[in-house]
C-alpha cells in the first residue's frame, strides 16, 4: 500500500525567505510523486512531477523537489518566496501500475510581507 | 475556455434531497475522477472510470453514485443527502495511468443543512 505524510499542516515564512514543505512517502514498489497547488477558490493544478529520471525536478514558478529514496522524502522548496504563493500545497504518490494516485492532507503556505 | 467545467459551482441543499454534479471536459481524455475535499484530510477519492464502460469506487463510495454518460461526461449523485456530505467536490481527469498529470475542474462547494 501506498501513503504520504506531509509534515506541518500550515506553514508560514516571510517575503524573500526560503520556503520548504515537507512530504514524506510510503511505497513498496518505485513511486511516482508529485506536487500540485491550490490558489485560492480553484482546483489542484500540477507543480511538478517526479517520474524517476532526474533526482531533482524543477517546477513552475520557481519550485523544486528532491527525491531522496534513502529518507523516503520528497520536499519541495523555493529559494526565496513570493506574496504570489500563497496557497495550499498537496504532494501525492503513485506508480507505474497504479489507477490512481493518493494525496496527502496538504500544507497551507502563508507569507508573511 | 476551461478544459473541465463543473456545475454547479456552489449550491446549498437540504437533508434527504437528491443532488448532481455534474462534469465535462473537452482535453479527450479517458479517465475521469470525483474527489471530495474537506479542511485537514486532503482530498478523498470517491469514483474512477476508465472509460465509459467502467466505473470504479474510491476510498469514500457510500453515499454516492456516478454516471458516465460519454467520455467527456462524468456524474455524481448524492441519492439522499445528509450534512456530512458538506465539501469541496472536484472533478479531474487524466490521459491514461495513474501516473499521469491529473487536471482538475474548479470545484463545487456543497452544503447540505
Known amino acids: 500500500a501506498q501513503s504520504v505524510t506531509q509534515l506541518g499542516s500550515h506553514v508560514s515564512v516571510s517575503e524573500g525567505a526560503l520556503v520548504l514543505l515537507r512530504c514524506n512517502y510510503s511505497s513498496s514498489v518505485p513511486p511516482y510523486l508529485f506536487w500540485y497547488v491550490q490558489y485560492p477558490n480553484q482546483g489542484l493544478q500540477l507543480l511538478l512531477k517526479?517520474?524517476?529520471?532526474?533526482?531533482l525536478v524543477k517546477g513552475i514558478n520557481g519550485f523544486e523537489a528532491e527525491f531522496k529514496k534513502s529518507e523516503t522524502s520528497f520536499h519541495l522548496t523555493k529559494p526565496s518566496a513570493h506574496m504570489s504563493d500563497a496557497a495550499e500545497y498537496f504532494c501525492a504518490v503513485s506508480h507505474s501500475s497504479a489507477s490512481k494516485i493518493i494525496f496527502g492532507s496538504g500544507t497551507r503556505l502563508s507569507i508573511r510581507p | 475556455d476551461a478544459d473541465v467545467t463543473q456545475t454547479p459551482r456552489n449550491r446549498i441543499t437540504k437533508t434527504g434531497k437528491r443532488i448532481m454534479l455534474e462534469c465535462s471536459q473537452t482535453k479527450g481524455h479517458d479517465r475521469m475522477y470525483w474527489y471530495r475535499q474537506d479542511p485537514g484530510l486532503g482530498l478523498r477519492l470517491i469514483y474512477y472510470s476508465f472509460d465509459v464502460k467502467d466505473i470504479n469506487k474510491g476510498e469514500i463510495s457510500d453515499g454516492y453514485s456516478v454516471s458516465r454518460q460519454a467520455q467527456a461526461k462524468f456524474s455524481l449523485s448524492l441519492e439522499s443527502a445528509i450534512p456530512n456530505q458538506t465539501a469541496l467536490y472536484f472533478c479531474?481527469?487524466?490521459?491514461?495511468?495513474?501516473?499521469?498529470?491529473?487536471?482538475f475542474g474548479p470545484g463545487t462547494r456543497l452544503t447540505v443543512l
Open positions: 479531474a481527469t487524466s490521459d491514461s495511468g495513474g501516473t499521469d498529470t491529473q487536471y
Open positions: 517526479y517520474t524517476s529520471a532526474a533526482t
